[in-house]
């Protein structure tokens, strides 16, 4: 089976809920030993804890290493600890999304909008490049990058972070062509999940936020991570520097919420 991952190792980013939760229970539920991470240690442990619980999966199974993903040490300890407890890491999955900007981009708060590129772009660039280092460099695996429809055309309100992973798109195009063939880096574009994080864009108002979509309904973490299970898997190995949207049809209407 080309997609069971019994025997390797994932890291995702930003996994203690939402879209990144629902990432790491499908790797988990594929065979794989998933470390994740996320600011909050309370809630990153109690993830960890929850996610072996519903995959039906041993406790070992699952690491968490809380921190910050914009620091630089947190990063490197993140994937050190995958290696040194699971033997290797084989799939990163760069999760970790801010948003802290709305609106009219020429009353934006620059530091606010320094703070979504670091956590959004830099720091997906400074996991790659540990786990290169301590395991993908020599031994090869894939990387997946969660983007966003945003990243693809304009919203007129989450413009920065439109912005910022309108970025990530190219930097996984840029990696994938220096990391290849050794390591394919692919991304994945959602449109609005229904999550927390997404909470401001749809709650209070689903029934009409989903009228634009072809498919009649927001999305779930279930739809992205069944696709990121697909990209790290061998039935992908011939698809790099691609983004993938999972949008529900909704870039087909020339819309984007």
Not at 17 to 46: D, F, Q
Not at 171 to 178: H, I, K, S
Not at 193 to 221: C, H, I, N
Request: glycine share 12%; net charge negative; hydrophobic share 45%.
């Amino acid at each position: 089976m080309s997609q069971d991952f019994t025997g390797k190792a994932a890291l995702v980013t930003g996994a203690s809920r939402g879209i990144g939760y629902g990432i790491a229970h499908e790797l988990l539920s594929r065979g794989a030993s998933v470390t994740i991470t996320s600011r909050k240690p309370e809630a990153c442990n109690a993830a960890a804890a929850s996610l072996a619980a519903d995959a039906g999966v041993p406790a070992d199974r699952v690491l968490a290493v809380p921190g910050n993903a914009g620091d630089d040490a947190a990063r490197e300890e993140a994937v050190v600890r995958t290696v040194e407890r699971f033997g290797s890491l084989d799939v990163l999955v760069n999760n970790t999304g801010i948003n802290p900007q709305f609106g009219f981009l020429m009353e934006a708060d620059l530091n606010a909008v320094r703070k979504i590129f670091d956590v959004n772009v830099v720091a997906a660039l400074g996991f790659a490049q540990q786990a290169w280092k301590a395991w993908l460099g020599e031994h090869g695996g894939a990387i997946v990058n969660i983007a966003s429809v945003g990243g693809l055309r304009s919203t007129g309100v989450i413009g920065a972070y439109g912005a910022s992973k309108a970025a990530l798109i190219r930097l996984t195009e840029e990696l994938a062509w220096q990391l290849g063939p050794r390591v394919r880096v692919n991304a994945v574009a959602p449109a609005v999940v229904k999550t927390k994080f997404a909470e401001a864009l749809w709650s209070g108002r689903e029934d009409e936020a989903t009228q634009q979509y072809p498919m009649k309904r927001l999305g779930t973490p279930e739809d992205v991570a069944k696709l990121v299970a697909f990209l790290v898997s061998d039935d992908a190995s011939w698809i790099t520097g691609e983004t993938v949207r999972v949008d529900g049809g909704l870039l087909a209407t020339g819309t984007t919420g």
